[in-house]
Antibody
């Protein structure tokens, strides 16, 4: 059973770059034809898709965030990562990593989420 | 790409049914069968409830069902139970390798 766990700083200063890592257990990240996603949820708000990376390395980003995002894969560690630059208070949110299925577009499973607060 | 439109809230008494709509366009909901639904309890991660419009993952009660007509997808919860009280989000493929979520609906069991 595949499980995902986010890790990274809970507090980031404005203008800094956020770096989050998602560790995948229960199966190799590089097989199965899945994609690996980052999704966020602002406090009390809905879900926002950030972007994803295929197990072959192709990346697709939310156009509204594209200029600030980098998603990468580390198959040797069975991890994938998110970098979000030029952070502002508007980026304060719970960040989730999750596995996606390209044939059906569904997302499952999800990590438990990690709260990132942007504050000086 | 704009968020899919869901009603902010829906409610029903135990045992009743509630249906949540998810309205998009012909470029997302109406154009593909890649609509999924997620249940989120407070402080928890979302959970997949329906995928590919009508399919239920293993372990999801058959009280949950999905459908689609034109640019609107729907999630119906029959025989409402207290544990069904949660936020529900739809999601759709939007073409060009992009995905979009709905605005979310809070379901209250009266």
């Amino acid at each position: 059973q595949v499980q995902l766990q986010e890790s990274g700083p809970g507090l980031v200063k404005p203008s800094q770059t956020l770096s989050l890592t998602c560790t995948v257990s229960g199966g190799p990240i590089s097989s199965g034809g899945h994609y690996w996603s980052w999704i966020r949820q602002h406090p009390g708000k809905g879900l926002e898709w950030i972007g994803y990376i295929y197990d072959r390395g192709s990346t697709y980003y939310n156009p509204s965030l594209k200029s600030r995002i980098t998603i990468s894969l580390d198959t040797s560690k069975n991890q994938f990562s998110l970098k979000l630059s030029s952070m502002t208070v508007a980026d304060t949110a719970v960040y989730y990593c999750a596995r996606g299925d390209p044939t059906g577009g569904w997302i499952d499973p999800w990590g438990q989420g990690t709260l990132v607060t942007v504050s000086s | 790409q704009s968020a899919l439109t869901q009603p902010p809230s829906a409610s029903g008494s135990p045992g009743q049914s509630v249906t949540i709509s998810c309205t998009g366009t012909s470029s997302d909901v109406g154009g593909y069968t890649y609509v999924s639904w997620y249940q989120q309890h407070p402080g928890k991660a979302p959970k997949l409830m329906i995928y590919e419009v009508t399919k239920r993952p293993s372990g999801v009660p058959d009280r949950f069902s999905g459908s689609k007509s034109g640019n609107t997808a729907s999630l119906t919860v029959s025989g409402l139970q207290a544990e069904d009280e949660a936020d529900y989000y739809c999601s759709s493929y939007g073409g060009s390798n992009l995905y979009v979520f709905g605005t979310g609906t809070k379901v209250t069991v009266l």
